[in-house]
């Protein structure tokens, strides 16, 4: 048996909405297809499946909010029937009062214990110890008569709560506030330093122009994809600054997904992943930046787009900032801010020239790395972009 | 026969698009010789998005030294009616 979790899509969530299920019982799945549609404080997202199986229990309704572990399906491998009731690890949901919808007697006619002992799931027996109820007197519709948490629902006298459609205003209200909680985490928890570098951009940006001209319109490249790929290759070099901070120390990734940031046009941002970042050519990491801003956009991100993020990579550039100095996400350990692209004199072989300069900054944590590693970080970023055509 | 589409068939059509990259926008507002970027907050992206939808729409080149003419409603227009013609 796996069980199907409210997964965490993002320091900031504490609980999300089911939307809906996408896979009804009796449905076979694979890993990494999509099971549900959860609703988060930032966007309705596509949550993916981690198990092969057969959905054997769907414990969570539609519009039911749930704190982020609770177990929410159960999915059994192909085979016979499951003949155990959930043994959930993780508490029972908790919905937050919206809402109170009538609760329909439960109607279901149930198969009998098949002896004296009271079949109960923990989580259904929390629950009805939670509500007042006396589990004794109630007959379960699981397998051999379980009670299941549908059954403490149904016979419950308190509703069940469920959470309305956010709407614009009252999304990006929670959208401020969990960006608030995880970024006061973040500077509560996380000490900083910050570096940055000024990066000469005349041999990228003639590069690109170049690469521009030959490249048809639906496949040409911007320069921040240039930067999210020296980044992703510079930490090859620096691989501490990979990493995520668990139960007291970093561990780092051997994947490299690049965390983008991504400013939604209600307000707010999101920072979803690009996948293995360093083994995509620019043409492909264009594509996929392309659809993930689209799908940002369009609130239909993959919940493994929001959870996988190893580092994340910031352009304030466009807002006219010439220097980011970023609060990292936890629980990562480091992000790289790129400011605007912009002409400064710049000395070279004793002439005073005017060149295309960024500043490139980092932002990183001191538990995991030191200056002198983040230097060395930000030196290979410099050096990658001054050789394009290698990236 | 083929009709040419007006200048108000191609004006209809460019804001449609505009309005796909910015549903939010008002784009009856829009002035016609003011910049997208500074009246529709669109980034790089967006405008990138939008040269391709204009690519699409109206089966025109738009090399990217030429960007700067895609700027503004009227810039579109001009260019559109150029290239179509």
Same mark, same amino acid.
């Given at each position: ?391 | ?21 910015? &549903? #939010?926008? @008002? ?11 500074? *009246? ?22 738009? &090399? #990217?030294? @030429? ?11 001009? *260019? ?6």
């Amino acid at each position: 048996m796996a069980e199907f979790v409210m997964p965490t899509l993002g320091a900031d969530m504490t609980e999300g909405t089911l939307v809906q299920w996408k896979k009804q019982v009796g449905d076979r799945i694979t890993k990494g297809e999509i099971i549900a549609e959860v609703d988060t404080e930032k966007a309705a997202i596509d949550v993916e499946c981690h198990a092969n199986g057969i959905i054997d229990q769907l414990l969570t309704k539609p519009g039911e909010k749930v704190p982020v572990g609770t177990v929410m399906a159960v999915i059994r491998e192909e085979g016979p029937p499951a003949t155990a009731p959930l043994q959930p690890q993780h508490v029972a949901p908790q919905p937050v009062l919206r809402q109170p919808i009538p609760t329909p007697a439960a109607k279901t006619v149930p198969l009998p214990p098949p002896s004296g002992r009271l079949r109960i799931s923990p989580a259904a027996r929390k629950l009805a110890a939670e509500r007042g109820l006396d589990p004794t007197g109630l007959t379960g519709t699981g397998p051999e008569g379980a009670i299941t948490l549908e059954d403490i629902a149904r016979a419950s006298t308190s509703p069940v709560d469920i959470a309305t459609p956010a709407g614009t205003a009252e999304r990006q209200a929670r959208m401020r506030q969990t960006i608030a909680a995880a970024m006061a985490r973040s500077k509560r928890e996380i000490p900083h330093y910050y570096l940055s570098t000024t990066i000469d951009l005349s041999r990228a940006l003639a590069w690109l122009t170049a690469e521009n001209a030959r490249r048809p319109v639906t496949e040409r490249l911007l320069v921040s994809v240039l930067f999210i790929k020296a980044v992703a290759l510079a930490l090859k070099q620096v691989p501490e600054l990979n990493a995520l901070w668990k139960d007291g120390e970093a561990v780092r990734s051997e994947r490299i997904h690049i965390g983008t940031a991504i400013s939604l046009r209600q307000g707010g941002l999101v920072a979803p992943a690009l996948h293995d970042a360093d083994r995509a050519g620019l043409g492909d990491l264009m594509q996929h930046f392309q659809d993930l801003v689209k799908r940002a956009r369009a609130g239909s991100l993959r919940s493994s787009e929001l959870s996988d993020s190893t580092i994340t990579v910031t352009s304030l550039g466009e807002q006219g900032v010439e220097t980011v100095f970023g609060v990292i996400y936890p629980p990562q350990v480091a992000l790289v801010g790129f400011g605007k692209v912009v002409e400064r004199p710049w000395v070279a072989t004793g002439l005073v020239i005017a060149r295309p300069v960024v500043t490139a900054s980092l932002s990183a944590d001191h538990r995991v790395s030191d200056g002198h590693r983040g230097g060395l970080f930000l030196a290979e970023l410099d050096r990658l972009l001054q050789e394009p055509q290698t990236l | 026969m083929t009709t040419i589409p007006s200048d108000a068939d191609n004006r209809a059509h460019i804001l449609r698009l505009l309005g796909e990259i910015a &549903p #939010e926008a @008002d784009l009856a507002a829009l002035s016609p010789d003011v910049s997208f970027r500074d *009246q529709l907050d669109l980034d790089s992206m967006d405008f990138l998005n939008f040269v391709i939808s204009l690519h699409k729409a109206f089966h025109i080149e738009i &090399p #990217e030294s @030429d960007y700067p003419k895609y700027t503004t409603l009227n810039g579109c227009l001009a *260019q559109v009616a150029a290239l179509r013609t």
